[in-house]
């Protein structure tokens, strides 16, 4: 599809309905049955009682998280995939959230506990490991495929190392905290950590929106990028600042939720082609309904019993990973 | 706006306290709360030894005893408590234990207008007093009491057949692959110590230290005591393993017995047996029946 | 207005590059003006496409200076050089899964300035772009289902399609067939004639260079050799000298240019 106002207008607006449609799905689905009469009722704002506060309390703030969460996911594994040129490259692959989440228990354990805080030090594990990965990639000249992943999963294997050494020495208090990073649960969701997330949200991703068409240039190639007019450094610079700082704060409010940025930015392009203009608000938007259905899933299929929302993302994810490495190569990309 | 909701719908009890619990958060509970919940195993026995098990009105996924409770409506295990069912079940009090229950679960119920007394339970001889003040606040004061005294009774027993005993070098099983151990800072270490037992894995600082064999054999346990749920072939094959093991059960004079794990590691109302059960292990010369427990 | 022909567009002097303490480009100097085709030929690593990093500012200059429209090179941003001064590179590096038509369209980048989506001109450069390329019947085809020759006039095709007014191309002909060198060679020559664009082309065509490029500058180890109309340069003693290959030169027909054939001679040992 060519990018104009017109279709990117377009393509937004059908996304933010079935945005919205995962929103009610999310709603209505859970452990306490809804009746639609309750649900409507609820949306008039006439329902109390116990229904009520599973319905405005529980339910509503943890699918708004993962709506950001998912969009946020989404947008970093899109860019990342532009930048390095590689279909493969995905925060949770590159070992990206394993250094936030990294930061985010260091944060715990130093018992600075407060979310900006947390969200901070989350950060600065980003940006470190998004250097290290590149100057890793970069020492072997070209960014291929297999380096990149295999850099990723040792910096991940190093992170779970480190994070396990911290919940052998920890007291057991702080254990929960911390295994929490682990899985990425959206659980403990509540609108404080919405009215946080929702600013860095649209910020970052209008910022990395601003940028689409030098994303456009730059999954050419930096020399191709450079000759048609890209600042190609100073752009990546800014792109994974952005990145990380979404990667950070997302990881340290939902721990680590692998493969959405993997899985949500491809099946856009299958649809939607290419063009980052396109691309980015598609991902977006899609990547919100995506973990919003996820975690409908993850708190219903063995209810009253509830699954990390990070188990069902990477049950999807992982084969879908071994399938797209199958194909590489194939006409999608 | 919701939580308005809450304070509306809740069962409106003639009267409600403000009180502190083990956390010293402040909690305004129920003079007679009417409907209550568990977080863990142990605090559901606790309710039903209270003689409140009709008041209870959900459980966690493991909370077995005694066997009416598994007739419960489940709200999830007790690590990833399921906040939207305890909200349907509309509970008027909560109990909840600091080291089983996840933080954000805890606040998240008290933020939503739920009252929730959390526990601390670190030290078995503080557990009576624990109790009795559970049935103060659940509404069963007489029963609470009753617990309380049963155990302290449990306790003084264990302390005078035990009286003047040197204490044995045990080695706790929590698990065999890995070997995982009780370390201090353990309710089981102190249940340990209780029992005349003289914990090998005292000088790690783990709670729940892993070690490795070497260190086993260099620490010399008389007795070895497996903590389980396993029975039968399961069990018996456990106990063959540690009864052969090289340098370890193979000594002469080493004891391997097993105790039941829901004993001694549910801070409930089976505390009590669960030291005794320990203690008889470790100096079983106590408790022999015919010579009354004298040595 | 200044007379299109009389204006250097591009000047370069005294160029130096060095890499890894090599010296790569040594004292190169070079003047490009509306409507000149300029050809650079040399044989391997003799530094032609370091000379054509150092002239669009992606490599950095050891020593010398660069002029464009008159300004040193350092003083403009990439988007400002990307306006008047287009590179098609040797590697014709494509976005995977973007058709032809977007990638062309793409190469309007630095005239959109804060526009993020394309308007009518862009549309109409990139369609003009594209017809010049004989691309315009694989517009929808994705870059991972081109040919080599169909890849590397997709990428001139980007470049013209911000209509620089100085291009420089780095082999732009080498997976090409006769038929489209040809083409590229002859649209190349039309708009250096028709619209005054300056043009520096690296290639190891002899005869190809030598048969649409005005000028020629023969490169050896990283300095000029000879410079000047193909005649003078394309010549068996500078050839044997720059090359270490025996060639005969005789007249091209069509225009009466120089041709180099290559004699299977035995190579001069050492």
Redesign the interface.
Known sequence: M????RS?GLVCLGLAILVLLALLLGLWL???SITPGQFWDWLGGRL???????L????LPRLLLAALVGACLSLCGAVFQGIL?NPLAEPFILGVSGGAACGAVLALLIGVASLWSQSLLAFGGAVGTVFLVLAVARRRGSLETSTLVLTGVMINAFFTAVIMFVI??T???KL??IL?WLYG?L??A?LRQTYLLLPVTLIGGGAIFCF???L??L???D??A???????ERVKLILFLIVSLLVGVTVSLSGLIGFVGLMVPHLV?ITL???H?LLLPAAGLFGAAFLMLADTAA?TVI????LPVGVVTAALGAPFFVLLLAKR????? | MALAWVLLWAPLTASARVVKDEMGRQVQVPDAPRRLIGLTPSLTEVLFALGLGDRTVGATTWADYPATARRLPRVGAYISPNLEKIVSLAPDLVLANREGNPPWAVNKLAALGIAVYVTVPADPLKLPAGLERLGDICGAPAAGRQLASQMRAQFVEVARRLKGVKPRATLLVIGSKPLVAVGPGNMNHRLLELAGGRNVAASTSQRWPRLNLEFIIAAKPQVIIISTMDRGQDLERELAYWRGLPGVGDQPGVRVGWVSSDLIDRPGPRLGQGLKDLARLIHPERFAPASGGRP | MVEPAAHSLLSARDLGFAYAGQPVISGVGLELKAGQMLGVIGPNGSGKSTLLGLLCGLLPLGQGQVRLMGRPLTAFSRARIARCLGLVPQAAQLAPGFTVAETVLAGRFALMGGRMFENQDDQAAAARAMALTDLSGLASRRSGELSGGERQRVVLARALAAEPRVLLLDEPTSALDLEHQLRVMGLLETACREQGLAVCLVSHDLNLAGLFCEHLLLLSQGRTLAQGPPAQVLTPSLIKQAYGVEVAVDQEPSRSRPRVTMLALPLAAG
Do not use: E, Y
């Open positions: 060519r990018a104009t106002v990117v859970g452990t306490v109390s009682g116990a229904p009520a506060v599973i405005s309390d529980l339910r040129r052998a020495t007291t057991d208090q929960h905290a929490f649960d659980a403990a509540n689409a068409r030098h456009n240039l999954s050419a190639g020399q191709a450079a000759a048609l007019g890209v600042a190609v392009r082609g290419h063009d203009r708190r209810s009253p019993a509830a190569g194939s006409r999608w990309w």
